[in-house]
Nanobody
């Protein structure tokens, strides 16, 4: 079974940066997508970024394109989200996720329906 543990959240002023980490265990070759999602109070969960496990294909939500970078260190079984130029609208609980449901295109990995494993979340707060 896949287990995911996020870390690295915190409070930062607008314009600042944070790096989130997701330590994964149990990820196998059947894992098709890994990604970051976020949910702000009173809002629906939304995709932030996704990456192919062991690969280089990535996809980003329009709202973070050019500001956030998703990456992975296969040797450490860890996925990262580098968040730059943070704005107050980025304030949310951020979740790491892994999915074994087939996704032919990396863009499909931005759909929450592709994921069946979720972490507990890490809070990111951006002040203006």
């Amino acid at each position: 079974e896949v287990q995911l543990v996020e870390s690295g959240g915190g409070s930062v002023a607008a314009g600042g940066s944070l790096i989130l980490s997701c330590a994964a265990s149990g990820v196998t070759s059947s894992t098709a997508c890994m990604g970051w999602f976020r949910q702000a109070p009173g809002k629906e969960r939304e995709a932030v970024a996704a990456i192919r496990p062991g690969g280089s294909s990535t996809a980003y939500a329009d709202s973070v394109e050019g500001r956030f970078v998703i990456s992975q260190d296969n040797a450490k079984n860890t996925m990262y989200l580098q968040m730059n130029s943070l704005i107050p609208e980025d304030t949310a609980m951020y979740y790491c996720a892994a999915g074994e449901r087939y996704a032919v295109r990396i863009g499909s990995c931005l759909s929450g329906s592709k994921y069946n494993y979720w972490g507990q979340g890490t809070q990111v707060t951006v002040s203006s």
